[in-house]
């Protein structure tokens, strides 16, 4: 069965560093999804991305994050100065249409750990 | 805006029993309903969802879930509780119209004893 991949598994990095989540979507998907979750709280919404541009993103989505796919294939988040808040499990998650009953396909997530 | 609320971040019970994980959603137009659940170290995934036919729906491995309008409510159940279904369930909604970007509940960890 076709799945999501992220990697890396966990990732811990001292505060103010840059990071960069990868994920690999299913071959034919269209549509990304940025979720994240913070130990004990929702998952959140943090930005979609569909024909190489964003096409929402969420108010925690702010100029520290940034998202491309810069060979086709691999779909990353990028947090240029890592916070101590921004420690979380992030969810790449992908769809192959645009609609409201679609059926998100997750990856494992990937936990990041900020000191 | 659309919410989700789960009550509950750990719900427990015996091998056998009925599992109850309860849902209650916000939204301004008729949603769409999903529960996903997530196994350790695996991805989210779709145990079932509600699109407006039936209002009893089921999923995999013996879940269902009832839409009740009257009380905003997508109660996900199990009659009888297997050790393979402890994980974490989510609760989710999306909108019919502009935004279809799910927004999830914080989930509700199932701890089934033997």
């Known amino acids: 069965e076709p799945e999501v991949t992220q990697t890396p598994s966990h990732q811990v990095t001292q505060m103010g560093q840059e990071v960069i989540l990868h994920c690999v979507p299913i071959s034919n998907h269209l549509y990304f999804y940025w979720y994240r979750q913070i130990l004990g709280q929702k998952v959140e919404f943090l930005v979609s991305f569909y024909n190489n541009e964003i096409s929402e993103k969420s108010e925690i989505f702010d100029d520290q994050f940034s998202v491309e796919r810069p060979d086709g294939s691999n779909f990353t988040l990028k947090i240029r100065s890592t916070k101590l808040e921004d420690s979380a499990m992030y969810f790449c998650?992908?769809?192959?249409?645009?609609?409201?009953?679609?059926?998100?396909?997750f990856g494992a997530g990937s936990r990041l750990t900020v000191l | 805006a659309q919410s989700v609320t789960q009550l509950g971040s750990h719900v427990s019970v015996s091998e056998g029993a009925l599992v109850l994980l309860r849902c209650n959603y916000s939204?301004?137009?008729?949603?769409?309903l999903f529960w996903y659940v997530q196994y350790p170290n695996q991805g989210l995934q779709l145990l079932l969802k509600y699109t407006s036919a039936a209002t009893l729906v089921k999923g995999i491995n013996g879940f269902e879930a009832e839409f009740k309008k009257s009380e905003t409510s997508f109660h996900l159940t199990k009659p009888s509780a297997h050790m393979s279904d402890a994980a974490e369930y989510f609760c989710?909604?999306?909108?019919?119209?502009?935004?279809?970007?799910?927004?999830f509940g914080r989930g509700t960890s199932l701890i089934v004893h033997p």
């Open positions: 998650a992908t769809t192959g249409q645009s609609s409201g009953a679609n059926v998100l396909t």
């Open positions: 939204s301004s137009v008729p949603p769409y």
């Open positions: 989710a909604v999306s909108d019919r119209g502009g935004s279809y970007i799910p927004t």
